[in-house]
């Protein structure tokens, strides 16, 4: 028998093999995500079985650019509220799909203990600190956030030398772990996650320091269609999620 009648036949035989391919979806998350998208991803399987999830990981200004030029990423979770929103009037996402799943805490790490971090001031001016890690400003909201705090506290010209600066906040934590950086700016969750849990020591930078990093979420043009892709943004607001997101350091919105 030709193959096309054989895939003609499974079809009338079958007539939920579609359904089944919509079950996969892909998600464009952002760096400080990294270490949280299994423990996510793993209970949005067991609440759906049939759920099939493939994770981007990079920083938001690339995963941005990437579905603004088209990519087949049908969920974008952003370290930012701002790149979603951009989605959304470039008519490249879903406006009803939009909101705050967590709100993210940027953190000052170190690998060397001896280093005092009581504040920002007193650990920069530290002569050993010859390299200061943090995110591209330009395109990572963890990296943009570091600036600022260094903005409002008149330190960004004097460090601005010492910048070493990474593609993610993934990148940026790398270059600390590793020593290319005595210090380095990072997310409270990358912190939380046993790997790094007994490297070091760190300090939680002071909120109004920095404009809130409130994540959003956000449907695709390309995952609109796709069903699996509302039901992930669905589980995102469950208690199991969010019992997720907060052990590894987020806020919640009100709103949840």
Same mark, same amino acid.
């Given at each position: 028998?030709?193959?096309?009648?054989?895939?003609?036949?499974?079809?009338?035989?079958?007539?939920?093999?579609?359904?089944?391919?919509?079950?996969?979806?892909?998600?464009?998350?952002?760096?400080?995500?990294?270490?949280?998208?299994?423990?996510?991803?793993?209970?949005?399987?067991?609440?759906?079985?049939?759920?099939?999830?493939?994770?981007?990981?990079?920083?938001?200004?690339?995963?941005?650019?990437?579905?603004?030029?088209?990519?087949?990423?049908?969920?974008?979770?952003? =370290?930012?509220?701002?790149?979603?929103?951009?989605?959304?009037?470039?008519?490249? =996402?879903?406006?009803?799909?939009?909101?705050?799943?967590?709100?993210?805490?940027?953190?000052?790490?170190? =690998?060397?203990?001896?280093?005092?971090?009581?504040?920002?001031?007193?650990?920069?001016?530290?002569?050993?600190?010859?390299?200061?890690?943090?995110?591209?400003?330009?395109?990572?909201?963890?990296?943009?956030?570091?600036?600022?705090?260094?903005?409002?506290?008149?330190?960004?010209?004097?460090?601005?030398?010492?910048?070493?600066?990474?593609?993610?906040?993934?990148?940026?934590?790398?270059?600390?772990?590793?020593?290319?950086?005595?210090?380095?700016?990072?997310?409270?969750?990358?912190?939380?996650?046993?790997?790094?849990?007994?490297?070091?020591?760190?300090?939680?930078?002071?909120?109004?320091?920095?404009?809130?990093?409130?994540?959003?979420?956000?449907?695709?043009?390309?995952?609109?269609?796709?069903?699996?892709?509302?039901?992930?943004?669905?589980?995102?607001?469950?208690?199991? =999620?969010?019992?997720?997101?907060?052990?590894?350091?987020?806020?919640?919105?009100?709103?949840?």
């Amino acid at each position: 028998m030709p193959l096309r009648y054989v895939l003609i036949f499974l079809l009338i035989l079958c007539p939920w093999a579609p359904l089944l391919r919509a079950e996969k979806l892909t998600v464009a998350a952002a760096a400080n995500l990294t270490y949280v998208m299994d423990a996510i991803n793993a209970a949005f399987k067991k609440a759906e079985p049939a759920g099939e999830v493939t994770t981007v990981i990079g920083s938001s200004g690339n995963l941005f650019a990437q579905i603004q030029n088209g990519a087949p990423i049908d969920v974008f979770l952003s =370290a930012d509220i701002d790149y979603p929103k951009k989605l959304v009037d470039a008519g490249n =996402a879903d406006a009803s799909s939009l909101f705050t799943f967590v709100t993210g805490r940027l953190v000052l790490w170190t =690998a060397d203990c001896t280093m005092k971090l009581a504040d920002l001031a007193t650990a920069l001016a530290d002569p050993r600190v010859k390299h200061i890690a943090i995110a591209n400003p330009a395109t990572a909201p963890y990296g943009h956030a570091a600036k600022e705090a260094l903005l409002n506290l008149d330190l960004w010209t004097a460090n601005e030398g010492k910048l070493v600066i990474g593609e993610s906040i993934t990148q940026t934590a790398q270059f600390v772990e590793t020593g290319n950086a005595e210090v380095g700016f990072v997310a409270l969750s990358l912190m939380l996650f046993p790997k790094h849990k007994t490297k070091g020591c760190y300090c939680v930078v002071p909120r109004e320091l920095y404009q809130p990093l409130d994540q959003g979420a956000v449907i695709t043009r390309y995952g609109a269609a796709n069903t699996a892709a509302r039901r992930y943004l669905e589980f995102l607001k469950t208690r199991a =999620a969010r019992d997720i997101f907060e052990r590894f350091g987020y806020g919640i919105p009100p709103s949840f």
